[in-house]
């Protein structure tokens, strides 16, 4: 039987993790959430631990984020430490899904605690997910796409992937985006002339910029991801090449934004609802240390934001602005 430590020496410990940049919300129930996020960069982990957040609150247990910076090495420490304060469930976006088998299993073996994951899977058992279907996020993308060249591009359309090689849910988007397009790709009517990898929004930008330098008459660029994008929508801007549309996954309020403007041609963007993400996870975990029912698995379904739609677009940013500094 684990030994369960009293709420207040445990909101003390909680409290000196804050010190040393921790999200912590305490209260007066004894269930304890510890939650290990990849990194705490960009507006769509905001929103993810927003969602953590009020499901911690609005369900009254003490709960406390940390981040792992992408770093496996990191990710265990921050594993070890939750097993070490003996929280009772934890919430984790695994970085590798063979890599972090080994701290996933420091929580459901050694310490035997109910674990969720979302956003991305790892090779072990774990009490439940919540995620999305990652090729739906970039086919659903493609499938727009499809419309939009035949109606845009009756001569054929030169096209860029920034997508990523690294990441499970990356390939899998990347994957499902060129599903898509494969009627377009096999007769010809789109060819694919630079396919490259990045992650933060730096190397979006970096990228974009060797692109338009390589291939002058691309015609559209897709990026997998809320960062890539933003760094190659920021190239495009600073090269006036408003002509070239772009199409992407993850939106912002920055990027919506990009949306309502002309400067670039931001046509669309499959979003994920990363608020519902983390709510679902914190609200699984508690049910799962309460012994209630728990789903295996849960599918937060995606959006498409398309510049057509500005009201949609305007709603969004009213919704997320408090999100952005």
């Not at 409290?15 to 007066?28: F, I, P, Q, Y």
């Not at 030169?158 to 007769?187: H, M, P, Q």
Request: negative net charge; aromatic residues 6%; contains cysteine.
């Amino acid at each position: 039987m684990r030994r369960k430590m009293v709420s207040v020496v445990l909101c003390a410990t909680m409290l000196g993790s804050l010190a040393m940049g921790a999200t912590t919300v305490c209260a007066e129930d004894k269930i304890t959430i510890g939650s290990v996020i990849m990194n705490n960069s960009g507006e769509w982990f905001a929103e993810v631990m927003k969602g953590q957040e009020d499901a911690a609150k609005d369900l009254g247990v003490e709960f406390s984020i940390v981040s792992s910076d992408n770093e496996i090495s990191k990710e265990s420490d921050n594993v070890a430490t939750f097993m070490a304060q003996q929280v009772d469930a934890l919430v984790i976006s695994p970085l590798a899904v063979d890599a972090s088998v080994a701290a996933v299993e420091t929580a459901t073996k050694d310490a035997g605690i109910p674990v969720v994951t979302w956003n991305t899977t790892v090779n072990t058992d774990v009490t439940s997910h919540v995620g999305v279907v990652p090729a739906e996020l970039g086919g659903n993308t493609g499938k727009y796409a499809v419309d939009y060249i035949k109606e845009n591009f009756p001569d054929g359309c030169k096209l860029a992937i920034i997508g990523d090689s690294n990441y499970e849910i990356g390939i899998a988007r990347c994957d499902g985006f060129k599903e898509a397009l494969k009627e377009l790709i096999d007769d010809g009517t789109v060819e694919i002339v630079n396919e490259q990898d990045a992650e933060l929004q730096e190397e979006g930008l970096d990228i974009t910029e060797q692109i338009l330098t390589a291939n002058p008459d691309v015609q559209m660029i897709w990026c997998w991801n809320q960062t890539s994008l933003l760094g190659c929508a920021a190239a495009l801007q600073n090269a006036g090449k408003s002509d070239v549309v772009l199409m992407g996954t993850d939106m912002s309020v920055e990027l919506a934004k990009d949306m309502q403007s002309d400067d670039i041609t931001l046509q669309a963007i499959t979003t994920q609802m990363p608020y519902d993400m983390g709510y679902q996870a914190v609200e699984n975990a508690v049910k799962a240390v309460k012994g209630e029912e728990v789903e295996k698995e849960v599918m937060i379904p995606t959006y498409t934001y398309t510049k057509e739609n500005m009201d949609e677009i305007q709603t969004y940013i009213d919704e997320h602005q408090d999100l952005v500094g």
